[in-house]
């Protein structure tokens, strides 16, 4: 599936504070917590809990959120199908970085131990 450039637009114009909350609700939902969450969040991102914080508040868009990020160097490692799209083939830069963080929180939803979802070569 090849993303088109309006849907690569809406996704980089969509605040991460409005989707946050789904992500919450979608990893508690399966019986994980917040904090499990976070560390997701924080392992991609690089991002601190205090800059975690800021950005929700800040209501920044996805585009400003990764790049103000230092994305980990294994997120390559990332792969599979979330919402149609096969990570590894998206050819968007931001597109793909937004769908790696979908794909870690759905892989959390789904019970997946924290080791595998936090890839270490």
């Known amino acids: 599936m090849k993303s088109t450039k309006s849907h690569d637009e809406r996704i980089a114009t969509m605040t991460f504070a409005s989707v946050y909350p789904h992500y919450i609700t979608k990893v508690e939902k399966k ?3 917040t904090d499990e969450l976070h560390q997701v969040i924080r392992w991609l ?3 601190d809990e205090k800059t975690l914080q800021k950005q929700i508040k800040d209501k920044v868009n996805f585009e400003q959120f990764f790049q103000k990020a230092k994305l980990n160097p294994n997120a390559h490692l990332i792969t599979g199908v979330i919402c149609g799209y096969r990570v590894e083939e998206i050819e968007n830069p931001l597109t793909q970085k937004v769908r790696y963080l979908d794909k870690l ?3 959390l939803a789904k019970g997946r131990k924290m080791e595998k ?3 270490s070569e």
Do not use: A, K, N, Q
């Open 117 to 119: 979802i936090l890839r």
């Open 105 to 107: 929180v759905d892989e």
């Open 45 to 47: 991102t690089g991002f």
């Open 31 to 33: 019986g994980r917590s």
